[in-house]
């Protein structure tokens, strides 16, 4: 039987996640729809599989460049109108390898740079508005 994972520590209750997502709706989204014109993405999906596949690749990749502790950074990005079939240029999130080979400048800092020998993780689904990016 596999070992029992305990929670992590950064996790957060649900009604702190709701009131973070509120929060964004209220001062940002509405912002961002006036300025706009039309409601932009604003909650994306992968499934687990997904992201432990991605990980695992991270990994990976990561332990042949001689990097032990590699990272993600989540950014925002949008999609060019003229690549978004719904030509709006929709709001999308994409994660970005981290980590410095022995040796290299921010080794074990704490602001990582980002592994650019890795390829991004994009094409997640989006939950609301649903668009086909």
Same mark, same amino acid.
């Given at each position: 039987?596999?070992?029992?994972? %305990?929670?992590?520590?950064?996790?957060?209750?649900?009604?702190?996640?709701? /009131? =973070?997502?509120? +929060?964004?709706?209220?001062?940002?989204?509405?912002? =961002?729809?006036? *300025? =706009?014109? @039309?409601?932009?993405?604003? /909650? @994306?999906?992968? #499934?687990?599989?997904?992201?432990?596949?991605?990980?695992?690749?991270?990994? %990976?990749?990561?332990?042949? %460049?001689?990097?032990?502790?590699?990272?993600?950074?989540?950014? =925002?990005?949008?999609? #060019?109108? #003229?690549?978004?079939?719904? *030509?709006?240029?929709?709001? !999308?999130? @994409?994660?970005?390898? !981290?980590?410095?080979?022995?040796?290299? #400048? $921010?080794?074990? $800092?704490?602001?990582?740079?980002?592994?650019?020998?890795?390829?991004? @993780? +994009?094409?997640?689904? !989006?939950?609301?508005?649903?668009?086909?990016?």
């Amino acid at each position: 039987m596999a070992k029992k994972v %305990q929670k992590p520590q950064k996790c957060i209750n649900v009604e702190e996640a709701r /009131e =973070l997502h509120d +929060n964004w709706c209220k001062k940002r989204g509405k912002r =961002l729809q006036k *300025k =706009l014109g @039309f409601e932009d993405a604003r /909650e @994306f999906h992968w #499934s687990v599989a997904e992201l432990e596949e991605y990980l695992a690749y991270v990994k %990976q990749e990561s332990e042949e %460049q001689g990097i032990k502790d590699p990272g993600i950074r989540i950014y =925002l990005g949008a999609y #060019s109108e #003229s690549k978004c079939k719904m *030509k709006k240029g929709y709001s !999308t999130l @994409f994660l970005a390898p !981290t980590g410095s080979r022995p040796g290299a #400048s $921010g080794k074990d $800092g704490g602001d990582p740079i980002n592994n650019y020998d890795i390829p991004a @993780f +994009n094409r997640g689904g !989006t939950g609301h508005p649903p668009n086909d990016y």
